[in-house]
């Protein structure tokens, strides 16, 4: 036992919003088989009572503090910001939390959020296998049961997560049905969930799904941009010109923008995978495709998604798989509209290019979803002054990825 009395008591209280959205505008709701509604209302119920429990919310700052390891740091890119020759770019550093991304801080949220409800049992889906090993972590602290559903052709080219997953103590399901990819394994969760809705949570990796995940996702996020926002004033004195970030789902991007939303001299924005290029047709940028982006119901939301006219699902393409999805997050769509975001696209070779200048100039390996948000500040620093700032969110850390950049390089010099 602690001697010390207030060994509850950490200095480390950031204050996380707590509303539920059930419509962005337009966007969001609730697609779902029947059965699933009783356990959206349980789930909505049991935030809520999460959010106003003083010894739950005393364990998950604790823990946030002590096993995630925040508050994550901001760092002046000094180099890369002489370099480019304009801006300062400071990065809010969530490649340093545990697990390697932001992905820890909503995991540890939802298992936290399970273990309230009762249930002994979570289910999550995978694509690169983030998600899946945050949650995978997440459940044995807190010594949950953890299935994980993987399409099999991720789970042939994701195998360090897999291992990780396994040695972590959760079960690695495959799913062979359709592409073999990240949509059919949210297909086969839910199936799981619809089935054993009374012992198994439910845990969405992304700011997606039906309500109220992506408001409880976005709550558990928001704790990047407010503590980047108090650390931005306190070492520079002043608000950042703008906000930047990469959007797969939209989890990092809006947990970094809620802090800033009201300051409406920041200008937010959100990256999106450009892949080989728009015309190409392989990309997942839902919002810089006339062609193949509009609003869509997909698994369980009303979102832009990319689909061909028949409204069937495009496949998708990116060299970062955590970014490769057809859908994105509902209030993006909704802070698209209003224009108090911007969405922008940034292809493979550019993000294989800002891997590595931050490589070089920062020592610094991003994750390449998060190589797309350097690649866009890279693009606007040398257009601002000196005395402007960026502050662009670093999601994750590269070290799953060298693989992949290793042959990517490897055939871009074949090509020359
Ligand atoms: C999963 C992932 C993303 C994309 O997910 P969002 O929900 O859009 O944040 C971005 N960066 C990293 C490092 C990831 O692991």
Redo the contacts with the bound molecule.
Sequence with gaps: MSTNPNHNATLYRPHLPTELTPKFGAYGGRFVPETLLPALAALEEAYRAFCLDARLQDEFHRLLHTYVGRPTPISHARRLSTRLGGAQIYLKREDLAHTG???INNALGQALLARAMGKHRVIAETG?G??GVATASAAALLDLECVVYMGVVDIARQQPNVQRMELLGAEVRPVSSGSQTLKDAVNEAIRDWVTNVNSTYYLL???LGPHPYPSIVRNFQAVIGIEAREQIITQTGRLPDECIA????????IGLFQAFRNDLQVRLVGVEAGGEGIASGRHAARFSDPGLGRPGVLQGTYTYVLQDKDGQISATHSISA??DYAAVGPEHAFLRETGRAEYTFVDDRQALEAFQLLAQTEGILP?L??AHAVAEAVRRAPGMRPDQILLVNL??RGDKDLDTVRKALKSSLEKE
């Excluded at 990469?246 to 991007?253: D, E, L, T």
């Design positions: 991304a932001h992905k690169a983030q998600h990796g992304s700011a990469c959007v797969g789902g939209g989890s990092n991007a955590g970014l994750a979803e998060s999601s994750g």
